[in-house]
């Protein structure tokens, strides 16, 4: 070590015809200032298995120590749910979508079923009472739906099988469509549909 530290000295104090004749300083300079020298800088997080390149020569004497096991993550914790009416009843909440796709199930079926047995379309159907029918549903289902949701049961807790929330979701969506396109189709046509 201390002929290097020599060597280096005399080699930025030495002018440049002494460094060119100097066998031991050139030798030095050659091992010191070596190009293209395997040199291998290894990052490894913690808790990570320790991956060895075979082509890069390892530079370490030491043992690498022992990998600490990772901690198990915190339990999840489920989310609050809100009973608060004006939650439930938000434009992001449980029950206005789920509400209105049960609406539009129980109403697609129950005009197609009038229209097979009286021969009436949609507009003839709500201007001979089906208003009052129409109140008396909503509220009902209106009901029946918030009930679970103010215990704090949501739809998605209970669904397994083949009658999921989502398929329910899906249905509703299905049925409101079909219930426009029904009343626009026989606005359109003028006559029942069926």
Known sequence: MATASFNMQSVFAAPSGVLKSSRNIRNT???????????GVRCMAQGDPIKEDPSVPSTSTSATPPQMPPSPPPPVSKPKV????????????????????????????????VELS????????????????????????????MVPLFKGIRAESKSKGFMTSDAELWNGRFAMIGLVALAFTEYVTGGTLV
Do not use: C, H, Y
Request: overall charge positive; aromatic content about 10%; glycine content about 12%.
């Open 29 to 39: 300079n050659q091992l010191l200032f070596k190009r293209n020298a395997p040199v």
């Open 82 to 113: 809100s009973t608060k009416f004006g939650d439930l009843l938000a434009f992001s909440g449980p029950a206005p979508e789920r509400i209105n796709g049960r609406l539009a199930m129980v109403g697609f079926v129950a005009a197609i079923a």
């Open 118 to 145: 009286k021969g009436e379309n949609v507009f003839a159907q709500i201007s001979n009472g089906g208003v009052g029918w129409f109140l008396g549903t909503t509220a009902l289902l209106t009901l029946a739906s």
